[in-house]
């Protein structure tokens, strides 16, 4: 019992402490349906990590990019964060359309077969960052370890320069300009 409410009273500390707009100790994770359910009371974008179970930079990514304080912050403040497990089994429902993995072998080690809404995301190496739009419309797939200040480059570009029908002239003023200043 005395552990229970141990929990308890830290689980309403932290959340009292990401409320009040202290610094925050996680992303704020949620599945793709959720997301999109948020967008609908609070439009944002989505920024989706694609990773497998399997995957040695995913697990890089994990614990040296999505633990720093600078990239927790951004995400939590502008995007709705998602992660998706690309050989899963679970299936997900994403604009009207049920995707799953048929192929999946239960209790295989190593890599199991993609799910098929990695397919339809254009997903083809782990990690893989899948930007959407406050529609959750697909912006783009962006495959490969981000360190926290690459990462920022693309949240900011995307938070605050995208918009519909951008120019590859623009992205690229846009990164060559671009200075980092995560920590």
Same mark, same amino acid.
């Given at each position: 019992?005395?552990?229970? &409410? =141990?929990?308890?009273?830290?689980?309403? +500390?932290?959340?009292?402490?990401?409320? @009040?707009?202290?610094?925050?100790?996680?992303? @704020?994770?949620?599945?793709?349906?959720?997301?999109?359910?948020?967008?609908? @009371?609070?439009?944002? !974008?989505? /920024?989706?990590d /694609? &990773?497998?179970?399997?995957?040695?930079?995913?697990?890089?990514?994990?614990?040296n990019t999505?633990?720093?304080?600078? /990239?927790?912050?951004?995400?939590?403040?502008?995007?709705?964060?998602? !992660?998706?497990?690309?050989?899963? !089994?679970? #299936?997900?429902?994403? !604009?009207?359309?049920?995707?799953?993995? #048929?192929?999946?072998?239960?209790?295989v080690?190593?890599?199991?077969?993609?799910?098929? +809404?990695?397919?339809?995301?254009?997903? @083809?190496a &782990?990690?893989?960052?899948? &930007?959407?739009?406050?529609?959750?419309e697909? =912006?783009?797939? =962006?495959?490969?370890?981000?360190?926290?200040?690459?990462?920022?480059?693309? +949240?900011?570009?995307?938070?605050?320069?995208?918009?519909?029908?951008?120019?590859?002239?623009?992205?690229?003023?846009?990164?060559?300009?671009? /200075?980092?200043?995560?920590?």
């Amino acid at each position: 019992m005395r552990t229970f &409410y =141990i929990v308890l009273l830290s689980s309403i +500390l932290a959340f009292g402490i990401q409320g @009040n707009g202290l610094t925050q100790s996680q992303v @704020n994770w949620m599945s793709l349906e959720e997301a999109v359910i948020a967008q609908k @009371n609070e439009p944002r !974008k989505i /920024v989706m990590d /694609v &990773y497998t179970q399997w995957c040695g930079p995913c697990k890089m990514m994990m614990a040296n990019t999505f633990t720093n304080p600078d /990239v927790i912050a951004y995400l939590n403040e502008h995007f709705y964060a998602v !992660k998706f497990d690309a050989e899963s !089994k679970e #299936p997900i429902t994403f !604009k009207g359309h049920t995707f799953e993995n #048929p192929g999946f072998r239960e209790g295989v080690r190593g890599r199991n077969t993609p799910h098929q +809404l990695s397919r339809e995301l254009r997903v @083809n190496a &782990y990690p893989t960052l899948v &930007y959407f739009d406050e529609k959750a419309e697909v =912006i783009a797939p =962006i495959s490969g370890y981000k360190s926290p200040g690459q990462l920022e480059m693309y +949240l900011k570009f995307f938070a605050q320069q995208f918009t519909p029908g951008v120019q590859q002239q623009e992205w690229e003023e846009f990164r060559d300009n671009f /200075v980092p200043s995560f920590r």
